[in-house]
Every structure is written in structure tokens, then in C-alpha cells.
């Protein structure tokens, strides 16, 4: 990356980087494009895709139909109501 690309994209953050700041910033970017660039090296097409680098099974459960008394309740406790929907100030 070339120092004006970057004084140019680190002038859109507005970040004020002296001289040592821009130096420490293009490191830094350098250091993470060579790693990118170590990643797409690494073969993962059979790879199978993951939501969580932990987690070995899918969190899934049973749909089960709910009482609507919990909703009830709900809307027993809201300020204002129209037909059964919760009514609430404009704020701007």
C-alpha cells in the first residue's frame, strides 16, 4: 500500500496521524495484508462452512406453540394501545 492511498484513506477516517503515526499505520496495514495474503494461500475447499470455530453441532429446538397469556400480560402493561398493538410517542 502506498503512503499517499493511505494518508488519503486515513484523511477520509479523519484520523490526525503525524509522520511516526502514518509509519505505524501503514506497518500495521502491512502486517495485516500479509496475512491476508497468507490465509488465501491456505486450500479450503473442503472445508464445510461454521457459524462458531467451537461449536460442533447447530443450537436448533423444537418449535413448540406458546400460550398467548404471556401477550395478554404484555399488553395489559403498555401505556396506550390501538386494537392490540402497543402505541408509542413519536420521538423525533
Not at 21 to 31: K, N, P, Q, T
Not at 39 to 53: F, L, R
Given at each position: 500500500?502506498?503512503?499517499?492511498?493511505?494518508?488519503?484513506?486515513?484523511?477520509?477516517?479523519?484520523?490526525?496521524?503525524?509522520?511516526?503515526?502514518?509509519?505505524?499505520?501503514?506497518?500495521?496495514?502491512?502486517?495485516?495484508?500479509?496475512?491476508?495474503?497468507?490465509?488465501?494461500?491456505?486450500?479450503?475447499?473442503?472445508v464445510e462452512p461454521t457459524t462458531h470455530a467451537l461449536i460442533t453441532g447447530n443450537?436448533?429446538?423444537?418449535?413448540?406453540?406458546?400460550?398467548?397469556?404471556?401477550?395478554?400480560?404484555?399488553?395489559?402493561?403498555?401505556?396506550?394501545?390501538?386494537?392490540?398493538?402497543?402505541?408509542?410517542?413519536?420521538?423525533?
Amino acid at each position: 500500500m502506498d503512503s499517499l492511498e493511505l494518508r488519503t484513506t486515513a484523511d477520509m477516517a479523519m484520523l490526525d496521524l503525524d509522520d511516526s503515526g502514518l509509519a505505524e499505520l501503514e506497518d500495521a496495514v502491512s502486517r495485516v495484508l500479509e496475512y491476508f495474503t497468507t490465509m488465501a494461500a491456505i486450500d479450503v475447499k473442503n472445508v464445510e462452512p461454521t457459524t462458531h470455530a467451537l461449536i460442533t453441532g447447530n443450537r436448533t429446538r423444537r418449535d413448540q406453540p406458546a400460550s398467548l397469556a404471556l401477550a395478554d400480560d404484555v399488553l395489559e402493561q403498555a401505556a396506550d394501545l390501538e386494537d392490540r398493538l402497543i402505541s408509542i410517542p413519536n420521538v423525533l
